[in-house]
């Protein structure tokens, strides 16, 4: 009996979140974003601005919708309209979602997918307008220009002393072709997102499944010439949000084509990264997995929130009594923790703290990042739907 009464009052004490088949704290991480956005757009009304990350002297770091990062906050002011059912997060969305549409013709980026898909794409699924969908389309052609058949994959910086770099970032836009291909009835999309996925699958994964950051390629023979990094610690390395990137981008591949050679890929990905955030005591990744400062090298937030997302689908297509759900659920509560999650005000209205942009160039380290919020927003709904998760 006292057994009974003690479980039962812990429950209560834990609060809503407990009594749900949540194990996730929900409700406080979609309370946050509430009070942070409503807050941000009272504060910063220029919708052309795009905010990003937080300056060295601690104010708001924002952009032109021509940087790599400005989809993800109309993307999340899209998911939490998706999360809420609220008219204000609608008119909000869609108001910062506007800006973005001259980046539909803009060749000069691979970046596209999370300009432009992250927010006209999400707008299109949530309230099937029609110009949005005209604007993704332009945009993917602009994408699909970036294509080499030579090479077989999209190329994607035009800076830097390269040849032909792919970087494993660059996965993440195949889910725009995809989307493209069926939207158009274009096999091209297709068959460009399917050549490009597999030559990253070639050359992207060391014997352990760690990934490099950067594919170097011979334009004309086709061949990589040399595996590096950009962002990451060593050439040899693992670059913890190249990590991420690489298993949500195999986990999109298997969803959108059911070859289970990219599954195969995703698993072996997620399980590198578990295997190095199982030694990591709140289970948050350092800025790369052989930091040379570990434990007191920066963390990246914003790669356990790619990953805590991309697991969760993952655990959908990877059969019986996997741990991928479960480990998704212990990442997210981890960002939800007092370390990592802001409090209302404060953050420049963030949801994480603690993500490294790019630590080589001693940028960003140590601070919100935008995406971040996004894929924690993503993991939030994906939990809370997971029994009727379709994508
Ligand atoms: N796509 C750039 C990054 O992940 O930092």
């Known amino acids: 009996m006292k057994f009974i009464l003690i479980i039962l009052l812990s429950c209560l004490a834990l609060g809503s979140d407990a009594q749900t088949p949540d194990a996730i704290p929900a409700q406080k991480v979609i309370k946050l974003a509430e009070l942070q956005y409503q807050a941000y757009i009272e504060k910063y009304t220029n919708s052309n601005q795009y905010p990003r990350s937080t300056n060295p002297d601690g104010s708001l770091y924002t952009t032109g919708s021509g940087q790599w990062t400005s989809g993800f906050f109309p993307g999340s002011l899209w998911y939490l309209y998706r999360i809420t059912n609220k008219t204000q997060w609608r008119q909000a969305a869609e108001k910062w979602t506007q800006g973005i549409e001259s980046q539909k013709s803009n060749t000069s980026t691979h970046d596209l997918g999370f300009m432009l898909y992250n927010s006209f794409g999400n707008g299109l699924k949530l309230t099937n307008n029609q110009t949005y969908k005209n604007i993704l389309l332009q945009g993917a052609n602009s994408l699909a220009t970036r294509f080499h058949p030579e090479v077989g994959a999209i190329k994607s910086w035009d800076f830097g002393s390269y040849s032909y770099p792919v970087i494993v970032d660059n996965l993440m836009n195949l889910e725009y072709l ?44 086709g061949i990589v010439l040399r595996k590096l990094t950009a962002q990451g610690y060593a050439n040899s390395s693992c670059w913890a949000r190249g990590q991420a990137w690489g298993i949500y981008g195999y986990t999109v591949l298997y969803r959108e084509t059911k070859n289970i050679k990219y599954l195969e890929q995703a698993k072996k990905a997620a399980d590198y990264f578990l295997s190095q955030t199982d030694k990591i005591a709140d289970h948050i990744p350092y800025w790369d997995f052989q930091a040379p400062d570990i434990p007191s090298a920066p963390r990246d937030a914003s790669s356990a929130a790619i990953a805590a997302s991309a697991l969760i689908e993952l655990s959908k297509y990877a059969g019986t009594n996997n741990p991928y759900l479960s480990k998704a659920a212990q990442l997210i509560n981890s960002l939800c923790s007092d370390k990592y999650l802001a409090k209302a005000g404060a953050n420049n209205y963030f949801l994480l703290m603690h993500s490294t942009g790019n630590m080589p160039s001693k940028s960003e380290v140590d601070v919100p990042e935008v995406y971040a919020d996004y894929y924690l927003l993503e993991a939030i709904w994906r939990y809370q739907n997971y029994a009727t998760l379709s994508f």
């Open 178 to 221: 995809f989307w493209a291909a069926k939207a158009s009835g274009n096999a091209a999309f297709y068959k460009i997102a399917e050549a490009h996925a597999n030559t990253d699958l070639k050359d992207r994964f060391r014997a352990d499944n760690s990934s490099y950051h950067v594919l170097d390629y011979d334009p004309v023979a």
